[in-house]
T-cell receptor, first 114, second 115 residues
Framework: AQSVTQPDIHITVSEGASLELRCNYS??????LFWYVQSPGQGLQLLLK??????LVQGIKGFEAEFKRSQSSFNLRKPSVHWSDAAEYFC????????????FGTGTRLTVIP | ETGVTQSPTHLIKTRGQQVTLRCSSQ?????VSWYQQALGQGPQFIFQ???????GRGNFPPRFSGLQFPNYSSELNVNALELDDSALYLC??????????????FGPGTRLLVL
């Protein structure tokens, strides 16, 4: 069965500092991986996705993520955090072929302090 | 902006009632999925519709049902509401194609409170 673990419930970083949000997945086949961001009271916005190819994926808003098959991880990074990055971040894995449903982690809430 | 819209934005119902939530997909998208996001949790897949038929379902009881219309808009119906149905309901649209898993684009959600 597919599952996603986001070990960090809440992370606080200073503005301008670097950021890494962890994501571990469990899936028997080739994973299709996503990072979404959710601002308070809003829906989900796609940051980036990995389907195949280069394991370092660039996304919007200066985010990137690296797929590491040996570690079953897909961690999200940003070199310099802005106050507007404060939000909830969700990692998701694509499920069985044809169903197009996603399995989400429980999310990591990011707080940015001045 | 993803082009996916949902209505209403907020809704209050009482236990036992029925509710209908609506979603309008992004232009050109032929597949819609519905998710339930309880407070403090990640979204959970309810079901997906493709060509007006259910095309996959998560671990939700039959009182959760849906419709997809020829214009690719969609409805989520929940009968016999329970307190635990209180959540943010998200709709996501995609265009089913050659990719095994397509990118889904989410609407802003409908927040349902059951009293």
């Amino acid at each position: 069965a597919q599952s996603v673990t986001q070990p960090d419930i809440h992370i606080t970083v200073s503005e301008g500092a670097s950021l890494e949000l962890r994501c571990n997945y469990s899936y028997g086949a080739t994973p299709y991986l996503f990072w979404y961001v959710q601002s308070p009271g809003q829906g989900l916005q796609l940051l980036l996705k990995y389907f195949s190819g280069d394991t370092l994926v660039q996304g919007i808003k200066g985010f990137e993520a690296e797929f590491k098959r040996s570690q079953s991880s897909f961690n999200l990074r940003k070199p310099s955090v802005h106050w507007s990055d404060a939000a909830e971040y969700f990692c998701a894995v694509g499920a069985q072929p044809g169903a197009n449903n996603l399995f989400f982690g429980t999310g990591t809430r990011l707080t940015v302090i001045p | 902006e993803t082009g996916v819209t949902q209505s209403p934005t907020h809704l209050i119902k009482t236990r036992g009632q029925q509710v209908t939530l609506r979603c309008s997909s992004q232009s050109g998208h032929n597949t819609v999925s519905w998710y339930q996001q309880a407070l403090g949790q990640g979204p959970q897949f309810i079901f997906q519709y493709y060509r007006e038929e259910e095309n996959g379902r998560g671990n939700f009881p039959p009182r959760f049902s849906g419709l997809q219309f020829p214009n690719y808009s969609s409805e989520l119906n929940v009968n016999a509401l329970e307190l635990d149905d209180s959540a943010l309901y998200l709709c996501a649209s995609t265009r089913k194609g050659i990719q095994v898993v397509e990118t889904q684009y989410f609407g802003p959600g409908t927040r349902l409170l059951v009293l």
